[in-house]
């Protein structure tokens, strides 16, 4: 049992292997644009792929739809054979006796000179049994010609539903590129870090030779060497952090995107737009038009209407037409099975039914359908407020980040300059270590501060996008 166990844990670890392998590699050298990352996306993504699952029900959909407007025709064929045997009967006093039995009875029987005369016999009643075979075949077809306007509109849910379902996919997709555009804006921005804090190193690395040379000539004391070494071991676990991150933002972009987590490339840089180059209205109306989880709302309210028309279709008759052709045969266990048996019986029906009253149970279906009709109606109005409040607000944002990162760029300018005037004057002694040590902070944080705006405006386009329901670039 346990040599068992250990083959089947090893077939389960054979075929993760397989699968594992069955995953998209990809490694390049050339980097890849966003939209070509969204096609990978798009073939590979787990959840986008079962999204497009449900479009394989639209012709079924369609097909059952359209079907009820079509005759139904059914055929049958049946064999049987019976056995019985009965061992027990019931007296006149209601109780049960068992068989054989043995009884005498009077008879009429003639005698020797011809006249009839009463005799005594002795009756002996054995077990019934027996066995008898029957065959039969069937032919049936149907055709419903009225049911209340019914089938019409639940050929008019179908159209819904299957668009439903292709609005379904088309958000799966959408989804997915913003979700790709922001993880490459992360992955971008983190390479950026990367090397800021590599650029940062090497500063702290000629810090550092600077006040060991200053040292050596009695220029500076042993604490600013021993303080510059502490500066520069900081920056080199800032750049081992900041790599750790970039390779785990890396790994999550690929799993996105379906495909193995080892898969390394480049990635290309996108062009940016400022927010002074879209109108607000525009892209509330551009909003209104390619939102997809407004589509959907649009179509599940004309599909709860239908389902109002549907309902109020049972108030009306019904009406078909029918005919039933059949044949059977009885025979006993010697008779072999009829595949033409000999009774023959055909049926012609048409049929009419009208419900009159059912307890009231198709007023409170319509009424719950009407409900329903508003509950998607409000559904939609609360939709469109918040589409065009997200929109606005993105806007906003938008423009706000943009601003701020005009001036985190100043400042970065500036504080490199500052660097590189402190750093001078530390090499000539002007300065003292202290203060080239805060022209680095000073330079450090108006770096990062810079690539957080670029990150923050990266993602506030991206929302604005999200917003608007298209590409904007």
């Given at each position: 049992m346990r040599s068992l166990i250990w083959w089947v844990v090893l077939w389960g670890m054979a075929c993760g292997g397989v699968r594992a392998e069955e995953l998209l590699r990809l490694n390049s050298d050339t980097?890849?644009?966003?939209?070509?990352?969204?096609?990978?996306?798009?073939?590979?993504?787990?959840?986008?792929?079962?999204?497009?699952?449900?479009?394989?029900?639209?012709?079924?959909?369609?097909?059952?739809?359209?079907?009820?407007?079509?005759?139904?025709?059914?055929?049958?064929?049946?064999?049987?054979?019976?056995?019985?045997?009965n061992r027990t009967f019931v007296n006149p006093d209601g109780s049960v006796s068992s068989l054989p039995i043995t009884f005498e009875d009077v008879?009429?029987?003639?005698?020797?000179?011809?006249?009839?005369?009463?005799?005594?016999?002795?009756?002996?009643?054995?077990?019934?049994?027996?066995?008898?075979?029957?065959?039969s075949w069937s032919a049936n077809a149907n055709l419903s010609l009225f049911e209340g306007g019914q089938r019409i509109f639940l050929y008019r849910i179908a159209q819904s539903q299957k668009k439903i379902n292709t609005l379904t996919v088309e958000d799966a997709h959408k989804s997915?590129?913003?979700?790709?555009?922001?993880?490459?804006?992360?992955?971008?921005?983190?390479?950026?870090?990367?090397?800021?804090?590599?650029?940062?190193?090497?500063?702290?690395?000629?810090?550092?030779?600077?006040?060991k040379a200053r040292y050596e000539v009695g220029a500076v004391t042993e604490l600013d060497v021993l303080q510059a070494e502490i500066e520069l071991g900081t920056a080199e676990n800032a750049i081992a952090s900041s790599e750790r991150e970039l390779e785990k933002r890396r790994e999550d972009l690929n799993q996105t995107l379906g495909i193995n987590l080892a898969s390394r490339f480049p990635i290309a840089e996108t062009g940016t737009l400022t927010p002074y180059q879209f109108n607000l209205d525009e892209l509330v109306g551009q909003a209104w038009q390619n939102r997809t989880d407004l589509e959907l709302a649009l179509a599940r309210v004309k599909q709860t209407r239908d389902y109002i028309n549907y309902a109020r279709g049972a108030y009306l008759p019904r009406v078909s037409l029918g005919a039933t052709r059949s044949a059977s045969e009885q025979s006993g266990a010697d008779q072999a099975f009829q595949l033409n048996p000999?009774?023959?019986?055909?049926?012609?029906?048409?049929?009419l039914s009208w419900n009159i009253f059912d307890?009231?149970?198709?007023?409170?279906?319509?009424?719950?359908?009407?409900?329903?009709?508003?509950?998607?109606?409000?559904?939609?109005?609360?939709?469109?407020?918040?589409?065009?409040?997200?929109v606005r607000e993105a806007y906003r944002n938008l423009a706000t980040v943009?601003?701020?990162?005009?001036?985190?760029?100043?400042?970065?300018?500036?504080?490199?300059?500052?660097?590189?005037?402190?750093?001078?004057?530390?090499?000539?002694?002007?300065?003292?270590?202290?203060?080239l040590r805060d022209a680095q902070v000073t330079y450090e944080r108006a770096e990062t501060d810079h690539l957080q705006k670029e990150l923050e405006y990266q993602s506030s386009l991206i929302a604005l996008e999200l917003a608007v329901g298209k590409s904007l670039r």
């Open positions: 980097p890849l644009t966003l939209d070509s990352l969204v096609s990978i996306g798009l073939r590979e993504n787990s959840a986008v792929r079962q999204s497009r699952l449900a479009l394989k029900l639209n012709r079924p959909g369609d097909l059952a739809a359209i079907g009820r407007f079509l005759p139904t025709v059914s055929l049958g064929l049946n064999f049987s054979e019976s056995q019985f045997e008879v009429i029987v003639p005698d020797s000179a011809g006249s009839l005369v009463l005799d005594t016999v002795t009756v002996t009643q054995n077990p019934s049994e027996g066995k008898s075979r029957s065959n997915l590129t913003r979700t790709v555009a922001q993880q490459v804006v992360g992955v971008l921005t983190l390479e950026k870090v990367v090397a800021l804090n590599k650029r940062l190193r090497d500063q702290r690395q000629d810090a550092f030779d600077l006040a000999r009774n023959r019986n055909t049926t012609y029906y048409a049929s307890g009231f149970a198709r007023e409170f279906d319509v009424a719950s359908r009407k409900v329903d009709l508003r509950r998607a109606e409000e559904s939609e109005r609360d939709l469109r407020l918040s589409i065009e409040k997200g943009f601003d701020q990162m005009q001036i985190t760029n100043r400042n970065r300018d500036l504080a490199n300059r500052t660097l590189e005037l402190e750093r001078e004057r530390y090499r000539l002694g002007a300065t003292s270590a202290l203060s």
